[in-house]
């Protein structure tokens, strides 16, 4: 029997399996919705372009509710940083020695910890006494909105790009997720426009709910063994 034929523990990436990390992220944020949404009876989170008062009033009727779900957004900023780690991971295992792998962890750490503020922001906002004062309550709304809005899926958006570009080349992954991984990407980065024209907000959801299909798909289907 030749070396080369024997088995190498080290021909195949150890870690993390990316798709699980996927699905327990897009399961905490998605439940912090769907939870937010049945507490509040389909009112949801007050976001900060509706009347202050009546911002006011949701942050009070609604305390616990913004509580849970602001833990299980914070909750899912960890498995979002720890997929970035497995997936840039895997592909410098690979071989993979460019620099959208880089760019890709950048973003994907970014993303989380955009995340984790945002997050941050909801469960301060319940405190006592904080939404008391209404320019102290719009602030943290804004910074919150802007954290887990523009700014998370902007980063997402560097992502999805840093790891489609060369899944794409290499063939790591089917082709049409790489394809789709680079469409929300651009997606994601015109989004950033939406600070000067808020119209463009449109972008945000369609950027960060497409960017959870290319998560799970990306985390079950990029290789894994080294050729």
């Known amino acids: 029997m030749s070396v080369s034929s024997i088995y190498s523990p080290f021909d195949k ?5 990316p798709g699980i990390l996927a699905i327990v992220h897009v399961s905490l944020f998605a ?3 769907m939870l937010l949404g049945i507490l509040t009876k389909g009112m949801g989170f007050p976001n900060p372009f509706v009347p202050l008062a009546e911002a006011q009033h949701r942050l009070f009727t609604f305390t616990d509710a913004t509580r849970y779900s602001a833990f299980l957004q914070f909750g899912a900023a960890v ?5 970035t780690a497995a997936v ?5 295992f690979l071989g993979v020695n460019v620099t959208g792998v880089s760019i890709a962890l950048f973003g994907g750490i970014a993303a989380s910890v955009f995340m984790t503020l945002s997050a941050l922001c909801s469960w301060v906002l319940v405190q006592p006494g904080v939404a008391d004062d209404l320019a102290t309550m ?3 709304q804004l910074f919150g909105f802007a954290t887990g809005g523009v700014a998370q899926v902007v980063a997402l ?13 290499g063939k790591y992954t089917p ?3 790489a394809w789709l991984g680079l469409i929300l990407a651009a997606i994601a980065e015109l989004s950033t426009l939406s600070l000067l024209f808020p119209p463009l907000m449109i972008l945000l959801p369609v950027a960060r709910f497409g960017s959870y299909i290319w998560l799970i798909a990306t985390g079950f289907t990029i290789t894994k063994n080294r050729q």
């Open 13 to 17: 990436h150890r870690g993390p399996h």
């Open 88 to 92: 840039t991971s895997r592909l410098s």
């Open 138 to 140: 719009h602030a943290i």
């Open 31 to 33: 439940g912090s919705l």
């Open 175 to 177: 082709k049409w997720v």
């Open 79 to 83: 498995p979002l940083g720890l997929f």
């Open 157 to 169: 958006g560097l992502l999805m790009a840093g790891i489609a570009v060369p899944c794409l080349f």
